[in-house]
Each structure stands twice: as C-alpha cells, then as structure tokens.
C-alpha cells in the first residue's frame, strides 16, 4: 500500500509549511504574501512531474533512447466560482536526443496518460480535458541551433 501523509503547520499568517511522508518541506502560501506556491500550483506542479517520471522512464529503459533534454510545460483553466477546480489542462513536452523519434514519444506519452499517471487519472476524474502536444529535436538538430545563434 502506498501512503501518502502530509503535516501541516500554521508557522506564519496564511502560510503552511507542509511535511510529507517521504520527509520532505516546503511552505505553502496564498498569493498576496507569495513567499510559497498555492496548492493548486502544486497540482500542476504535480501533474507534470507524474507524466514527467513515466515518460522518461519509458523512453530510457523501455524504447532505450539517449534524452539529453526533456521539459514539460502544464497550462491549466480554473472555473470561476469556487471551488475553483481545473476545467482545462495543456500539457506540452519538449524532447530532445540523439536517436529520439516521434513515434517513441507518442508512445510514452499515451502510455503515461492512459496506464501510469495517477495524478493525470484524478484530474481527469474531476471533469477536466487534459490536451497533450509534444516537440521532438535530435541532438543534431539542437547542436546546428546553438551553433548558428554563435555565429550571429
């Protein structure tokens, strides 16, 4: 069974600290004193490190491509009214490597998106759309970017 546990602590205003099981810290806070992320911030921060982890993984050990970059990006819409729960989620990664192909990414992504994301699989059993886009560049590719910005 997997435990998630978080302790809250009321250490300033309206901010938290939060604990988690695995031991962890972080400070909570709402937007006028922003010394920390809103909660729902971390969803989406939660969001994209789930989907994050599976691709990766998938594209390392089971497609055994050589990522040298990968960024994901989530964009997420609010409702208006409380509660003020997600009702569109974009997701987009950015991949690059030497031998990555398309058809490798779009692989890894359905697979977290359909089978491994748990976070994915809670939002959207809140009603929300979830769209995902993706960018493939080999390392060739990057390397001649780089280069003619240089040269400039």
């Given amino acids: ?10 250490p300033n205003s309206k ?22 992320p809103k909660p729902i911030e971390l969803l989406a ?8 982890f599976d691709v990766i993984t998938i594209l390392k050990n ?8 990968y960024e994901v990006s989530v964009e997420a819409e609010q409702r208006q009214s409380p509660p003020q729960v997600f ?6 990664h950015s991949v690059t490597g030497e031998d990555v192909d398309t058809q490798s990414v779009a692989d890894a992504i359905e697979l977290s998106e359909s089978k491994y994301c748990s976070v994915g699989a809670m939002v959207k059993q809140s009603g929300a759309e979830i769209s995902t886009t993706y960018s493939v ?13 240089i040269a400039s």
Avoid: W, Y
């Fill in 1 to 10: 069974m997997i435990q998630a546990k978080v302790k809250l602590t009321f």
């Fill in 15 to 36: 901010q938290f600290m939060a604990e988690t099981g695995s031991g962890h810290h972080l400070i909570m806070d709402e937007p006028a004193s922003n010394t920390g």
């Fill in 45 to 52: 921060v939660a969001l994209a490190g789930c989907t994050a």
């Fill in 62 to 69: 089971k497609k055994h491509r050589t990522v040298t970059a």
């Fill in 87 to 92: 009702t569109h989620v974009h997701i987009h």
């Fill in 137 to 149: 560049q080999s390392l060739k590719e990057a390397e001649v970017g780089s280069i003619a910005v």
